[in-house]
């Protein structure tokens, strides 16, 4: 039987806004004997909107702002697909989420190539080499040249590219998709409508084709495969695990073509939960103690229980319902006494959870986001990112009475990810730090909805923010009194400096060589 951890495949979809990752999650679900019907991760996603006020925004614009998990079983794997929010104002939350993920899908809309989200979304698999298996999806539509989508893929990403099944005509062409790695052909008794047929073929050049695929398209198809199965490299399983290599699957999510190859081959070639990196030590899966760490807080699931839930990636262990794990940040120890963990349609208490899950942990704001929780060992897991904000505002609260209501608004919206709060070192009011200008919004409604507090922002005059950062700290004093009014403290008081462009930073930076200004932080 094989260990725990080697039964899970714990993965995310990365795509820009409207590539079709609903659809494929949905599809995923389905197919992996997960749902019954497809359509309905969306009509679960909008019950549990109605649930909050401040979802009402995401609600009007047609987004995602909650990142969830979804677990299934399917071929005697555990598959866990960790939701991730695909506008690109709530990224901070998205590449957090990355981090505990083994492996990825990349969505591609076919008539648009790789786009603003996917891309950035790229960078920070790269930068943790996770393995990406790409689909280029909606081929039922009009689509660029499949030549032409693979390069502009391989180059602008600086990726090798494995094409494993490919289109046979695009849009009202479509005929279906040609797996040049088994001759499997994948099409439907009727043209035009989803994917139900299966044609084994010896190649791209059986017969069998001839019967089955339009004259002129079938010659273009011929070829169009013998070059992808020269012109591109040949998929290599290190290569791919080590995120150098992607495998690609053309298909349609909306005509299910796809969802079931990539479930084969998440099952197949996806890695299995991959070790930890702690302050100490690097932590293995197959490790009998359970460890985890926290990287995603939700506050206010339901509104009529102010309660949150901490999501925790276990990294080694088996974890048992009511265990003692200690919190290392405040070497408390919890009882785990209800995780829960979240199937396609519902949360459950769950009894039992190996390396590679994710558990939700329900408490009272005293989990955070980077938080590491083991069976006693004082090590911290490292790598979870916080990121410089791109938007800058002082906080103004136009009732005085309510500072109390104020700074526990912002001290959860901060434990949770949504904003980051600064205190400046001259004057009183509080600075906060967004990745996206949406999230202004979300602020200022969940401030009132759920604090009873209204608060408006004041543009600053500075538009970036880095950690600093000196292996002297006498140094860093003195830097930061000759700067005081550029500097602020963030929540756990690291200092942050403030400029009002990149010319200034620059010059700041190239005056203080001592001094090290960052993009990023990692929380641990
Ligand atoms: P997202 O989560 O990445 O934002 O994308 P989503 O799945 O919601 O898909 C965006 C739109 O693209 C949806 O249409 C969806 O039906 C469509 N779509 C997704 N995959 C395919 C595909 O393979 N082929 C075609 N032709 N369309 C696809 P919509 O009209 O905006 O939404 P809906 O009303 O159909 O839900």
Known sequence: MPASHEKRRTFAIISHPDAGKTTLTEKLLYFGGAIRMAGQVKARGEKRRAKSDWMKIEQERGISVTSSVMTFEHKDLIFNLLDTPGHEDFSEDTYRTLTAVDSAIMVIDASKGIEAQTRKLFEVCRLRDIPIITLVNKCDREAKDTFELLDEIQETLALDLSPMVLPIGTGSNFHGCFNITNGDYYTSETRGEAFDKIVETTGFDDEKLDELVDGQLLEEAREMMELASIGYSEFDLESYQEGHLSPVIFGSALKDYGPTALLDLIAEIAPMPRSAPSTIRTVTPDEK????????????????????????????????????????????????????????????????????????????????????????????????????????????????????????????????????????????????????????????????????????????????????????????????????????????????????????????????????????????
């Open 289 to 524: 103690k359970v460890s985890g760490f926290v990287f995603k807080v939700q506050a206010n699931m339901d509104s009529n229980h102010r309660d949150r839930v901490a999501f925790m990636r276990i990294c080694s262990g088996d974890f048992k319902r009511g265990m003692k794990l200690r919190q290392v940040r405040t070497n408390k120890d919890v009882m785990v006494h209800s995780p829960i963990m979240f199937f396609a349609q519902d949360r459950e208490v769950v009894h039992g959870a190996g390396p590679g899950d994710v558990i939700g942990i329900p408490n009272h704001g005293t989990i955070r986001v980077g938080d590491t929780f083991t069976e006693g060992e004082n090590l911290q897991f490292t790598g979870l990112p916080a990121f410089a904000p791109e938007i800058l505002r002082r906080v103004r609260l136009p009732d005085t009475t309510k500072v109390k209501q104020l700074r526990r608004a912002l001290e959860d919206l901060a434990e949770e990810g949504l904003t980051q709060v600064f205190k400046p070192n001259i004057g009183s009011n509080w600075i906060i730090g967004l990745v996206g200008i949406l999230q202004l919004d979300v602020l200022k409604s969940r401030a009132k909805a759920e604090y009873g507090v209204e608060i408006d922002f004041e543009p600053l005059t500075f538009n970036m923010a880095v950690w600093l950062k000196c292996e002297d700290d006498a140094k860093l004093k003195t830097f930061i009194s000759a700067n005081a009014g550029n500097v602020v403290h963030d929540r756990e008081g690291s200092p942050v400096f403030l400029a009002k462009s990149q010319w200034e930073l620059d010059y700041t930076k190239e005056r203080n060589p001592d001094i090290i200004f960052m993009k990023t932080r990692e929380l641990v």
